[in-house]
């Protein structure tokens, strides 16, 4: 089969598995390769071809996507010995990856020097979006790069949102969206926290700040999950720490004024710290209200 219809994917985790199941069953033939035997299983069931690292799966493939941890493994998978950089095939390379401006300006450039372009292209909406195929997905590159690789991101997510001719923008969006997110999940935390140790009941205030004007995804449908005792929406604190790190970083490098951004940076550090790193992002909700000597929990929760 021609490269052309030949699709890679780097990195079958929590986002990137569902993620990439949604590849398959198409035209296109898709490769994969993750370190996790666990995580390809269900490809090869799927028929995908599995190969032995990032290269192989860029010597195979002309469009490469990858979904991966943290800027050091990116920066593995794109530059290492065995990184995409090297791949015969690979034309596209399109980074979902949360990684930060900076990092994909520099896998960027260094693939540019092999004749490969690459979309800048993190997505939002978390693993049970990525499992419905209800993702937003950013995108931002050569306009030629963009338009090219739309058709599958809408394959993987729904919407595809373009943020600019440059790649770095949709990475700046990206960490825009979730410094918000992450800030609004200490602020929801600590206003829940303050009202069950004052007394309130706690089904009682997700009804009230799902219909008032508290209203917030991060509050109505992240955190009413923690409150009924479920710590499943599928990302690690240890990623939210990454994130407001990145995010932080890059006010600074603005010149933006941002200590609100700064304090709900350290109360997710602080969560890390605590050892919490690869708890649901959810537990920020427990971490804070045992900081307050209480705790926030649904009175139908068992026991």
Same mark, same amino acid.
């Given at each position: 089969?021609?490269?052309?219809?030949?699709?890679?994917?780097?990195?079958?985790?929590?986002?990137?598995?569902?993620?990439?199941?949604?590849?398959?069953?198409?035209?296109?033939?898709?490769?994969?390769?993750?370190?996790?035997?666990? =995580? +390809? #299983?269900?490809?090869?069931? /799927?028929?995908?071809?599995?190969?032995? !690292?990032?290269? $192989?799966? %860029?010597?195979? &493939? *002309?469009?490469?996507?990858?979904?991966?941890?943290?800027?050091?493994?990116?920066?593995?998978?794109?530059?290492?010995?065995?990184?995409?950089?090297?791949?015969?095939?690979?034309?596209?390379?399109?980074?979902?990856?949360?990684?930060?401006?900076?990092?994909?300006?520099?896998?960027?450039? =260094? +693939? #540019?020097?092999?004749?490969? /372009?690459?979309?800048?292209?993190?997505? !939002?909406?978390? $693993?049970? %979006?990525?499992? &419905? *195929?209800?993702?937003?997905?950013?995108?931002?590159?050569?306009?030629?790069?963009?338009?090219?690789?739309?058709?599958?991101?809408?394959?993987?997510?729904?919407?595809?949102?373009?943020?600019?001719?440059?790649?770095?923008?949709?990475?700046?969006?990206?960490?825009?969206?979730?410094?918000?997110?992450?800030?609004?999940?200490?602020?929801?935390?600590?206003?829940?926290?303050?009202?069950?140790? $004052?007394?309130?009941?706690?089904?009682?205030?997700?009804?009230?700040?799902?219909?008032?004007?508290?209203?917030?995804?991060?509050?109505?449908?992240?955190?009413?999950?923690?409150?009924?005792?479920?710590?499943?929406?599928?990302?690690?604190?240890?990623?939210?720490?990454?994130?407001?790190?990145?995010?932080?970083?890059?006010?600074?490098?603005?010149?933006?004024?941002?200590?609100?951004?700064?304090?709900?940076?350290?109360?997710?550090?602080?969560?890390?710290?605590?050892?919490?790193?690869?708890?649901?992002?959810?537990?920020?909700?427990?971490?804070?209200?045992?900081?307050?000597?209480?705790?926030?929990?649904?009175?139908?929760?068992?026991?």
């Amino acid at each position: 089969m021609e490269t052309e219809q030949s699709i890679g994917f780097l990195g079958l985790g929590q986002m990137g598995g569902p993620m990439a199941e949604r590849l398959l069953g198409h035209a296109f033939r898709l490769h994969v390769y993750d370190p996790s035997p666990a =995580a +390809l #299983a269900p490809f090869i069931e /799927g028929g995908a071809v599995v190969h032995d !690292s990032p290269r $192989a799966v %860029a010597d195979a &493939a *002309g469009i490469v996507f990858a979904c991966l941890p943290n800027r050091d493994v990116s920066l593995a998978v794109g530059l290492g010995p065995d990184g995409v950089v090297h791949g015969s095939a690979i034309r596209t390379y399109v980074e979902m990856s949360t990684i930060g401006q900076d990092l994909i300006e520099r896998i960027g450039d =260094a +693939l #540019a020097q092999k004749g490969i /372009g690459i979309v800048d292209a993190p997505i !939002s909406g978390g $693993a049970p %979006a990525a499992r &419905a *195929g209800t993702l937003a997905m950013l995108a931002a590159g050569a306009p030629a790069l963009v338009e090219q690789v739309s058709p599958l991101l809408s394959l993987i997510g729904k919407d595809v949102f373009v943020m600019g001719e440059r790649a770095g923008m949709a990475q700046v969006m990206k960490i825009v969206n979730n410094i918000i997110m992450a800030t609004n999940l200490v602020v929801c935390s600590e206003g829940l926290a303050m009202g069950a140790k $004052a007394g309130l009941d706690p089904d009682m205030m997700m009804r009230l700040l799902d219909a008032g004007t508290a209203q917030s995804f991060a509050c109505s449908k992240m955190l009413s999950r923690a409150v009924a005792g479920r710590f499943d929406y599928g990302a690690a604190v240890a990623i939210i720490d990454k994130d407001m790190s990145l995010g932080f970083d890059a006010a600074r490098l603005l010149d933006i004024a941002a200590p609100t951004i700064e304090r709900a940076r350290d109360v997710w550090h602080a969560a890390y710290e605590a050892g919490r790193g690869k708890d649901d992002f959810t537990s920020i909700l427990t971490f804070v209200a045992e900081q307050g000597g209480t705790q926030v929990r649904s009175g139908r929760m068992p026991g």
